[in-house]
């Protein structure tokens, strides 16, 4: 299984962007995906998530009514959209992967597979 994100890049406070990430290796609509994010000294904390079919999504308190997370089994595709975006949305943002899920493990090590990061700088 390989994971690629992608969409990152710089945005002024109330701005929107989009992050996608690209799946492979394995039947896409078997796995739970993840958006975390990690900050400069700070852990890497779930930001939304998945599940396989997309019936099920989970949103941080910190980003809900902002960020929308959504799937396109199709396409092996998660999509990560943000709008109002503050200075502290500023991270390294992460997809994640895990096998068998019927919901959306919320914890970084319940998943099984990473993508290498996509870098958000919001300035104010």
């Known amino acids: 299984v390989q994971l690629q994100a992608s969409g990152g890049g710089w945005v002024q406070a109330g701005g929107s962007l989009t992050v996608s990430c690209a799946f492979s290796g394995r039947p896409f609509n078997a796995y739970a995906v993840g958006w975390f994010r990690q900050a400069p000294g700070r852990e890497r904390a779930v930001v939304a998530a998945?599940?396989?079919?997309?019936?099920?999504?989970y949103y941080a308190d910190s980003v809900k009514g902002r960020f929308t997370i959504s799937r396109n089994n199709a396409q092996n595709m998660v999509y990560l959209q943000m709008n109002s975006l503050k200075p502290e949305d500023t991270a390294v943002y992460y997809c994640a992967a895990v096998p068998g899920s019927s919901d959306y493990p919320l914890q970084a090590d319940e998943y099984d597979y990473w993508g290498q990061g996509t870098e958000v700088t919001v300035s104010s």
């Open positions: 998945i599940s396989r079919r997309g019936e099920y999504t």
